[in-house]
């Protein structure tokens, strides 16, 4: 399977998407006291990276 550039930012993207959602879970279920925010806000930065490498398929 010969992967590209498109190929890796695709899988890229689905990783820091489920990446994404882990830590927020943990944020939700696991942490009850102020660090379920920390999870919150990194798991959301992973979203806004996926974000940005969905943005670059095609153009890089």
Not at 11 to 20: D, V, Y
Not at 22 to 46: E, H, M
Request: hydrophobic share 60%.
């Amino acid at each position: 399977m010969a992967m590209n550039k498109n190929t890796v930012l695709g899988w890229a993207t689905l990783i820091m998407i489920i990446m994404g959602l882990i830590i927020i879970g943990l944020g939700i279920y696991r942490y009850d006291d102020v660090a379920g925010w920390g999870f919150g806000a990194v798991g959301i930065g992973f979203f806004a990276n996926a974000w940005v490498f969905s943005a670059l398929k095609g153009r890089v």
